[in-house]
């Protein structure tokens, strides 16, 4: 009776070996990515709107931009942040 069942066994398991659970997990995929940025977006529809942006003057639109494009020309100086050895908040003596 054990050898007759035996290549059935065999057959089954084999058979169940072959089958995969990918069409589960790919039905799904990226969905956590899609849910992430969805709720990093503000405003989805922003650039549907033609309005232009309120709250900020010309003149001081136009600084901003000045000075954004001036940081590009000419970088802010660069500090060196390691202290080692030396005082926190005050002078040496």
Not at 18 to 29: G, L
Not at 80 to 88: A, E, K, L
């Amino acid at each position: 009776m054990f050898i007759r069942s035996t290549p059935l066994v065999l057959a089954c398991l084999l058979a169940a070996g072959c089958s995969s659970v990918t069409p589960n997990y790919d039905a799904r995929f990226g969905e956590a990515v899609r849910d992430a940025r969805k709720k990093m977006t503000l405003n989805p529809n922003a650039g549907k709107n033609g309005d232009p942006v309120t709250g900020m003057d010309g003149r001081a639109s136009r600084e901003a931009m000045v000075q954004y494009q001036e940081s590009y020309k000419k970088p802010p100086p660069v500090t060196n942040v390691i202290n080692i050895g030396g005082q926190i908040g005050g002078t040496a003596k």
